[in-house]
């Protein structure tokens, strides 16, 4: 069921069908909307806590012994915010517009924000924040200037296997947060436009 199945809809303006919606996200149990509110941020959490063990994996690479409260932070932080952002900015915004009517988009945009926000993007913050200490420290062997990128793949390569797990939950997270996120939609549409018109059925 889509909202642009109902003739009623068609003829409302963009503004109208967000007001709707909104009206009847609010007549929702309280239990759906709490998922739909806090579901992005436990994605988030997940996202933050790979980024401490994609930290945690380089830290043991490079033999980084300090810095460890300045390298851990951001790699908490900065996953968090950017899984939730794409996360409202992909899946739980345009489904509350009305502009996202595909199971599958949906599936797939919870998806790739799971695996990309909460798994590639720690791993690729881990690189550079660590080889930024060890260079600093002189606590590993610093890659000579025609060798830099076949070092810093090979130092990856051990470390993006043993996330393999992480990448594979975030994906499924992403991917159930969002089918959830979806039924909750599909209930919205399902209700009547205005709690007289509940009243009268």
């Given at each position: 069921?889509?909202?642009?199945?109902?003739?009623?809809v068609?003829?409302?303006?963009?503004?109208?069908?967000?007001?709707?919606?909104?009206?009847?996200?609010?007549?929702?149990?309280e239990?759906?909307?709490?998922?739909?509110?806090?579901?992005?941020i436990?994605?988030?959490?997940?996202?933050?806590?790979?980024?401490?063990?994609?930290?945690?994996?380089?830290?043991?690479?490079?033999?980084?012994?300090h810095?460890?409260?300045?390298?851990?932070?951001?790699?908490?932080?900065?996953?968090?915010?950017?899984?939730?952002?794409?996360?409202?900015?992909?899946?739980s915004?345009?489904?509350?517009?009305?502009?996202?009517?595909?199971?599958?988009?949906?599936?797939i945009?919870g998806?790739?924000?799971?695996?990309?926000?909460?798994?590639?993007?720690?791993?690729?913050?881990?690189?550079?924040?660590?080889?930024?200490?060890?260079?600093?420290?002189?606590?590993?062997?610093?890659?000579?200037?025609?060798?830099?990128?076949?070092?810093?793949?090979?130092?990856?390569?051990?470390?993006?296997?043993?996330?393999?797990?992480?990448?594979?939950?975030?994906?499924?997270?992403?991917?159930?947060?969002?089918s959830?996120h979806?039924?909750?939609?599909?209930?919205?549409?399902k209700?009547?436009?205005?709690?007289?018109?509940?009243?009268?059925?």
């Amino acid at each position: 069921m889509s909202l642009k199945d109902s003739g009623q809809v068609q003829v409302l303006s963009r503004g109208a069908v967000i007001e709707m919606l909104a009206r009847k996200f609010e007549r929702l149990p309280e239990f759906d909307r709490k998922l739909f509110a806090y579901g992005p941020i436990y994605l988030g959490g997940n996202a933050g806590f790979a980024g401490l063990i994609a930290n945690s994996f380089y830290r043991r690479a490079l033999n980084v012994t300090h810095g460890r409260f300045t390298s851990s932070l951001p790699m908490a932080v900065l996953p968090f915010l950017t899984t939730v952002a794409l996360y409202n900015a992909t899946v739980s915004n345009p489904l509350l517009s009305g502009d996202l009517n595909c199971p599958t988009c949906v599936l797939i945009r919870g998806a790739l924000v799971g695996v990309v926000g909460g798994g590639v993007y720690p791993i690729l913050l881990a690189l550079p924040v660590n080889a930024g200490l060890a260079a600093r420290y002189n606590s590993s062997p610093m890659p000579e200037k025609g060798n830099i990128l076949h070092f810093w793949k090979n130092l990856s390569k051990p470390i993006v296997r043993k996330m393999y797990a992480v990448l594979l939950l975030q994906t499924l997270f992403g991917t159930y947060l969002s089918s959830k996120h979806y039924d909750t939609y599909l209930k919205m549409l399902k209700l009547p436009d205005s709690e007289s018109e509940e009243l009268q059925d």
